[in-house]
């Protein structure tokens, strides 16, 4: 599915967050939105997401406005996975996987046989069929995780949103949410968008890359183009040196802050 993004601009009371900001995801690809915290990236996931209103602009979903589109209909089309997210820690994982068959639910809302032939194949995609009688509160952060993006898989949806999915999880568990939403996007053809912050792991796993500062869309281009000293100047404020591994993906090594350096060069900031 294709997803457009027409002059938006957002905010919260008097606060502009967003301001008249413009791109698309070619459908099939996974983009990756970077900056500074403060920068806007989860508000325009949730602008996206049916979360938060527009002030101007629109968001498209194959050419039809989200915010137009009956809430049933959509989620059976879009999901997203917000960076906070609950569920009593006594759910198992199949019955939290099932919660995403809520959009194509009818009557009494019990599952049907199409609903249980969707949640067995997804535990089988996502590797949780040993754990799915297992309870949330036993499992590892990265195990949580996984069963959370089961759950919006589950909605069989030909975008997914993602806000921070490897938030408070170890290196090796990072990994592994990375590499299953690779997966998950070249097995099923699902349109990814997702907010991180490590720029190493947005270049690992990104067709694309979008930069936002100043509330304002500043870069959009593939890992290579994108993981520049220059731009992350530019954005992050951080000196760096960029080396291309054997794997042909860039990744990027911090050596100091911008604005220390300019301290260090001028009279202290007095």
């Not at 791109?23 to 920068?39: D, H």
């Not at 879009?78 to 997210?85: F, R, T």
């Not at 997804?122 to 590797?127: G, K, N, S, V």
């Not at 939403?181 to 997702?194: E, H, P």
């Amino acid at each position: 599915m294709r997803l457009e993004v027409r002059g938006v601009s957002a905010g919260y009371g008097a606060k502009l967050v967003l301001d008249g900001v413009e791109f698309e995801i070619p459908a099939g690809k996974i983009m990756t939105l970077v900056g500074a915290n403060g920068s806007g990236k989860s508000t325009l996931l949730k602008v996206i997401g049916r979360l938060l209103k527009p002030r101007t602009g629109c968001v498209l979903l194959d050419g039809k406005a989200v915010h137009s589109c009956d809430t049933a209909e959509l989620a059976r089309k879009m999901a997203i996975l917000p960076q906070l997210h609950h569920a009593s820690g006594e759910t198992t994982v199949r019955e939290l996987v099932g919660f995403g068959r809520f959009p194509y639910r009818s009557g009494f809302g019990v599952l049907s046989a199409r609903d249980r032939e969707v949640i067995a194949e997804i535990l089988r995609l996502t590797r949780l069929e040993p754990l799915q009688e297992r309870k949330l509160s036993t499992l590892s952060g990265g195990e949580r995780q996984r069963a959370w993006i089961a759950m919006t898989l589950a909605q069989e949806p030909g975008v997914l949103l993602l806000d921070e999915p490897t938030t408070f999880l170890d290196i090796r568990c990072q990994f592994e949410v990375i590499e299953l939403v690779r997966d998950l996007n070249r097995r099923c053809g699902i349109t990814v968008l997702m907010v991180l912050h490590d720029l190493n792991l947005a270049a690992r796993c990104s067709d694309f890359i979008v930069t936002l500062k100043g509330r304002r869309i500043r870069h959009i281009g593939t890992p290579r183009e994108i993981l520049q000293p220059e731009i992350l100047r530019e954005i992050f404020e951080i000196e760096s040196v960029v080396h291309v591994g054997a794997d042909d993906i860039p990744y990027c090594v911090p050596t100091g802050s911008v604005k220390e350096e300019d301290n260090k060069n001028g009279d202290g900031g007095l």
